[in-house]
């Protein structure tokens, strides 16, 4: 007999998708922490306007009451809220997705993780997860090359704020060094 445990194991290794339940869990959990204001308010937005916060929803099978439709004027406020580092942590995570993963879910699930990131208890607790071990089950399976640099097995808030603003994520493309070293050479 396979126990809940190894079912939720087997699929989050499928490529592609995430176990569905874990998708719902993850986002579920975040969107209603941020209601609850055990996460910040601009949470609930995930970076995005209200349309697609709903269609991307839907597209991950979610209850269309986990995010109901709001004023857009309350919404606006909500997009207004979002840091600048919630959207880098969040190009950083999806732009560090594990090859061949659907492009919606690594994007719902990176904006999931990113929106937990601003939580003030361990991430696997701000996301909702059993424990740590499920954390890095999830990155290593949806977010491998960032799970692979964490080899020090620092916490994962730290080591993804460390990751972010790290000297090989700052170094700009080639066009914008040129540009920098025109506009500096004035």
């Known amino acids: ?21 874990l998708l719902k869990t993850v986002i ?15 949470v609930w937005a995930l970076g995005m306007p209200q349309q697609a916060l709903l269609r991307m929803l839907e597209d991950c099978s979610m209850p269309s009451a986990v995010a109901e439709s709001i004023p857009a004027h309350e919404y606006a406020v909500l997009e207004k809220m979002v840091p600048k580092t919630f959207t ?36 696997w607790q701000d996301l909702g997860l059993n424990d740590d071990e499920t954390l890095s089950t999830v990155l290593a399976s949806y977010f491998h090359p960032l799970y ?15 990751e972010l603003y790290s000297p090989q994520r700052l170094i700009h493309s080639f066009p914008d060094m040129l540009l920098n070293s025109l506009i500096h050479r004035q």
């Open 28 to 42: 579920g959990n975040v969107l209603r922490r941020s209601e609850g204001g055990e996460l910040p308010l601009f």
């Open 1 to 21: 007999m396979i126990t809940p445990a190894q079912s939720r194991g087997s699929a989050l290794r499928r490529p592609g998708r995430p176990a569905g339940d």
């Open 148 to 162: 692979q640099k964490n080899a020090q097995h620092i916490k994962w808030k730290r080591f993804l704020f460390s």
């Open 88 to 123: 880098s942590l969040r190009a950083m995570l999806f732009q560090d997705r594990t090859r061949f993963i659907d492009e919606t879910y690594a994007d719902c699930l990176a904006r999931a993780i990113a929106a937990a990131c601003f939580g003030s208890r361990q991430l």
